[in-house]
């Protein structure tokens, strides 16, 4: 019989292999991405201290949708993004976490990207 793939772990497999090549540093921290079927989250994060510098969510106020779709991916990007250059941070390394770049994941890239961050 075929056995089906849990796809769970298979996006953990991923996260882990990413991880070993991307770390954040102070001068250039990690944005990391987490989906869910409810929210987006995007943080900016200081490896070697362990520090989260910049949080959003669609659960924040800001964000006025608040589903895990395109259009939340993007305002959650450009805000990462505003946040991030209101505390000096122009340039950081994009940890998709073991998500595939495509859709919700893709948007918010991009955004972030067009509001001034770069990676």
Not at 64 to 81: D, I, P, Q, S, W
Not at 97 to 106: L, Q
Request: net charge positive.
């Amino acid at each position: 019989m075929i056995s089906k793939i849990n796809r769970k772990a298979e996006r953990e497999r991923r996260h882990k292999r990413v991880r070993t090549k991307v770390s954040g540093t102070a001068s250039c921290p990690r944005l990391a991405v987490c989906k869910t079927n409810k929210n987006i989250i995007a943080q900016i994060i200081d490896d070697e201290v362990g520090n989260t510098l910049v949080y959003v969510s669609t659960l924040d106020k800001e964000i006025k949708t608040k589903k895990a779709n395109k259009e939340a991916a993007k305002e959650v990007g450009t805000l990462v993004a505003k946040k991030a250059s209101e505390k000096n941070i122009k340039e950081v390394v994009f940890d998709r976490g073991g998500f595939i770049y495509h859709g919700v994941v893709k948007e918010l890239a991009e955004a972030a990207r067009e509001a001034g961050l770069e990676f």
